[in-house]
């Protein structure tokens, strides 16, 4: 542990009011304790600048490295990490060309899964549910991927078809009841993460329609308790243990052994088809 300052690393998230977070947390800590480090956990709901002084902090605590999730971040973050000549990783997203070494999966892979699903069964009436896009770019990604994919189908959606909620069930719930209390209803809901789905789900119920034979739902994460969902809620699976694990193994490997060099691992997604899904019929 020669050069080791304080055997901390900083992570930095968006929120801890995110079920998909909470795996990452565990899978990241279990990783770095495993070679000595322990970790310290700090929020900048999703602001930029936030991020920046939250970096900044944590830094004056003289941590060995730092965590950051996603890819987008301020110039004066990257500045001061490369000031500061700091182990540093993003998480939960991956590209080719990032500033930072990276551990994550392609999110715009995920919205263009869940589109194509929902095309291949034949549903062109499609709505979408995602979280603001401002300061997330897993969700941009996400939302840009599947409206791609859309657009290629030639699938035209309504402004009032692709509102924006907060991250919670409650949110997710009150969108889509506006939605679906329009005459003309969409025969699919894609949405930005399980939690919105879930929320749709619900909403649906309230409104006396079936999942899926009135109304197809995707989300995007298979978080916790989305397989246990009744019906089951189909996904985009994100291995969220896997990339707080590699991530933890990769930050604490280079801080041991003092290297900078860019390393970028791409994790496998897959689509979990389950039962909020169904092809249209016909006669629909």
């Not at 991927?145 to 859309?150: D, N, Y």
């Not at 719930?173 to 894609?190: F, G, M, V, W, Y």
């Amino acid at each position: 542990m020669h050069g080791i300052r304080s055997a901390t690393i900083g992570l930095v998230l968006p929120t801890i009011d995110n079920a998909i977070f909470a795996e990452v947390i565990q899978a990241f800590s279990d990783s770095v304790d495993a070679h000595g480090f322990t970790i310290l956990v700090a929020t900048h709901n999703y602001s930029l600048e936030r991020e920046y002084a939250v970096l900044r902090k944590l830094l004056e605590h003289r941590v060995d490295g730092v965590a950051l999730i996603g890819l987008e971040h301020s110039d004066e973050t990257y500045g001061l990490i490369a000031h500061q000549n700091i182990a540093a990783i993003s998480i939960w997203n991956y590209d080719a060309q990032t500033r930072l070494s990276c551990v994550g999966a392609d999110n715009k892979e995920a919205g263009q899964l869940a589109a194509r699903h929902l095309l291949s069964l034949g549903h062109r009436d499609i709505a979408m549910l995602f979280p603001p896009l401002q300061g997330n770019d897993r969700a941009r990604a996400r939302y840009d991927g599947a409206l791609f994919e859309l657009q290629k189908g030639e699938v035209q959606i309504p402004g009032h078809w692709a509102p924006e909620a907060r991250y919670s069930i409650a949110d997710g719930k009150e969108a889509a009841e506006n939605i679906l209390k329009s005459d003309h209803r969409p025969t699919a809901l894609l949405c930005g993460n399980d939690i919105l789905a879930a929320g749709a789900v619900h909403a649906a119920r309230k409104l006396g329609l079936n999942v899926p034979r009135d109304l197809s739902v995707i989300g995007i994460g298979d978080f916790k308790g989305s397989k246990e969902m009744e019906p089951a809620l189909t996904t985009i699976s994100f291995p969220a243990r896997d990339i707080g694990r590699m991530a933890g193994d990769q930050i604490a490997s280079s801080i041991v052994n003092d290297t900078r060099e860019i390393t970028r691992i791409k994790c496998k997604i897959s689509l979990e088809v389950r039962g909020t899904c169904k092809r249209l019929s016909a006669a629909t």
